[in-house]
């Protein structure tokens, strides 16, 4: 059986090699190293602009919406703030026209933190653009800190992690207002939103903590069965 085409995205960023330094596509290799393990084969996309997003999407069985800086809140109506790094808009705007046409085209996606919020986003949802500020607290932006998160059985993140999964999942931003056709399915224990599906959706599927690092193959596994 042939390996289904994973596209995964990227961004621009200033790299070094040998004397040079130039702009680059970069990706971590951690997420194609975990679609090429649960049996996909992956395909960085550069986000060039927007023409060739539907041969993509065409081409492609599944898009993994990668984690990254978080997302411009000019992007749902939101107001700058000072403490959220610059965003990038050029990438923004090529994931929110790309995962629109994935949901449009019933592809498989698996948004992953910055991923999460992208597909909310683009379903007509906003965020909390400054999570210490709501909650009194930064919990949810410490490295290396570890927490419980409760998951919908039913759900297809359910069957696939249970109803329960400790993760480290650093972030200063969270969904606020869900878009149009997600759920919720996964909650940390003060409530703030920490997994979405797309209903209806072959498999639209959005989690805040990072499984390519965790080395929990399951979400990955369930993503690729969904993708053949």
Request: aromatic content about 8%; charged content about 25%; proline content about 6%.
């Given at each position: 059986?042939?390996?289904p085409?994973i596209?995964?995205?990227?961004?621009?960023?200033?790299?070094?090699?040998?004397?040079?330094?130039?702009?680059?596509?970069l990706?971590?290799?951690s997420?194609?190293?975990?679609v090429?393990?649960a049996?996909?084969?992956p395909?960085?996309?550069?986000?060039?602009?927007?023409p060739?997003?539907?041969?993509?999407?065409s081409g492609?069985?599944?898009?993994?919406?990668a984690?990254g800086v978080e997302?411009?809140?000019?992007?749902?109506?939101?107001?700058?703030?000072?403490?959220?790094?610059?965003?990038?808009?050029?990438?923004?705007r090529?994931?929110?026209?790309?995962?629109?046409?994935?949901?449009?085209?019933?592809?498989?996606i698996?948004?992953?933190?910055?991923?999460m919020?992208?597909?909310?986003?683009?379903?007509?949802?906003?965020?909390?653009?400054?999570l210490?500020?709501?909650?009194?607290s930064?919990?949810?932006?410490?490295?290396?800190?570890?927490?419980?998160?409760?998951?919908?059985v039913?759900?297809?993140?359910g069957?696939?992690?249970?109803?329960r999964v400790?993760?480290?999942?650093?972030?200063?931003?969270?969904?606020?207002?869900?878009g149009?056709?997600l759920?919720?399915?996964a909650?940390?224990?003060?409530?703030?939103?920490?997994?979405v599906?797309?209903?209806?959706?072959?498999?639209?599927v959005?989690?805040?903590?990072?499984?390519?690092?965790?080395?929990?193959?399951?979400?990955?596994?369930?993503?690729?069965?969904?993708?053949?």
């Open positions: 059986m042939s390996r085409l596209g995964i995205t990227a961004y621009f960023e200033a790299a070094r090699w040998s004397d040079y330094v130039r702009e680059a596509v990706s971590p290799p997420y194609a190293r975990a090429g393990r049996g996909g084969a395909v960085v996309l550069p986000p060039i602009g927007t060739a997003i539907e041969d993509y999407i492609l069985q599944g898009i993994v919406l984690g997302l411009g809140a000019g992007n749902y109506g939101g107001e700058p703030d000072e403490r959220v790094a610059e965003p990038q808009q050029h990438r923004d090529f994931e929110l026209a790309l995962a629109r046409a994935a949901v449009r085209a019933d592809l498989p698996l948004a992953i933190a910055r991923g919020h992208v597909l909310n986003v683009a379903q007509g949802g906003t965020l909390i653009p400054w210490p500020e709501v909650l009194d930064d919990r949810h932006g410490e490295p290396g800190a570890t927490h419980t998160i409760q998951v919908s039913s759900s297809k993140l069957k696939a992690v249970g109803d400790e993760v480290s999942a650093p972030h200063h931003q969270s969904v606020r207002r869900l149009t056709g759920l919720a399915v909650w940390a224990e003060d409530q703030i939103v920490e997994g599906e797309l209903q209806g959706h072959r498999f639209g959005g989690v805040q903590w990072h499984p390519e690092r965790d080395g929990d193959a399951r979400i990955f596994d369930a993503f690729i069965e969904a993708a053949r």
